[in-house]
């Protein structure tokens, strides 16, 4: 009788959950060049075709402790799974051999150049699958992943031979200071979401940047949230300055935390800003 009612308890789980198994990511494995990019995909149940995001992590890499991608990804995953979307997490570092870099002096992955080619061997394959709708590959990206994003997007890297282009972007508090000195602008819908207490980016940089870039580009746009701080739309992690044994997964220096305001507005605009 015991062993029946465990069964029966499973199969009730099964029923208030009956996604839960969908939103287990799937391992891939994308050439790009001389290697090979390592990639987790989060896929709805179905054939498709669905639109599809393209995640980009932060320094601190994608995987957790023992997870193959960190509660921050797997909860905005979880999101845009809801909405029917897929979502595909190139592991720029992990790909390489490499643990997260925030606190790397001189890194060997860049957001200008490695990260960007990992961005375009991801949309390469993507375009190779039947159940993606291939006008409908859009970027999100977090931090160092966002910066890369902002590379991607630009009107030099324009995508010869290959449309449709990505449908939109969204970048986290990416580091505008390179790009809002270069006359940055967009060649899709970009939209910069940053907390105005954020110092581990830049906050004036970026709206420099955006700013700058409407004389040349009517596709950006930036949201500045006046409480927030660094990773405002990470779950339940306290706002604290980081100190000097911070773990290696963590900026070097300044305030992280979650703003539950920010958060919860970021969530609406990225579905929106997505759903373009």
């Not at 980009?56 to 193959?68: A, V």
């Not at 590379?151 to 200071?177: M, N």
């Not at 100190?243 to 979650?258: C, F, R, Y």
Request: hydrophobic share 40%; proline share 7%.
């Amino acid at each position: 009788m015991r062993l029946l009612s465990i069964i029966a308890a499973f199969a009730c789980l099964a029923v208030m959950w009956p996604s839960r198994a969908a939103s287990l990511p799937q391992a891939i494995e994308i050439p790009s060049g001389t290697t090979v990019l390592h990639a987790q995909l989060y896929k709805p149940q179905g054939n498709g075709p669905f639109a599809v995001v393209i995640g980009l992590h932060g320094c601190g890499g994608l995987s957790g402790h023992s997870e193959p991608v960190q509660v921050r990804y797997r909860d905005w995953a979880e999101q845009l799974l809801r909405n029917g979307k897929a979502i595909l997490f190139p592991d720029s570092y992990g790909s390489r051999g490499l643990g997260p870099q925030c606190h790397v002096k001189e890194r060997r992955i860049t957001a200008r150049r490695e990260r960007v080619a990992d961005i375009l061997a991801a949309r390469q394959w993507l375009m190779q699958q039947p159940w993606v709708a291939h006008d409908r590959i859009s970027l999100l990206g977090w931090a160092n992943g966002a910066s890369a994003l902002l590379w991607a997007v630009r009107p030099q890297l324009l995508l010869r031979h290959a449309e449709p282009d990505f449908r939109s972007a969204v970048a986290f508090y990416p580091d505008c200071r390179l790009s809002s000195g270069l006359g940055w602008s967009a060649r899709v819908p970009t939209l910069v979401l940053i907390g105005a207490k954020d110092d581990v980016s830049s906050p004036p940089a970026c709206r420099q940047m955006v700013e700058g870039a409407h004389g040349r580009s009517a596709l950006t746009r930036i949201v500045v949230y006046p409480s927030a701080y660094h990773d405002f739309d990470r779950p339940n992690l306290p706002v604290h300055a980081i100190d000097s044994n911070a773990d290696t997964a963590d900026p070097e220096k300044g305030h992280v935390g979650t703003d539950a305001e920010a958060r919860a507005d970021s969530q609406r605009r990225v579905a929106e800003w997505l759903a373009r």
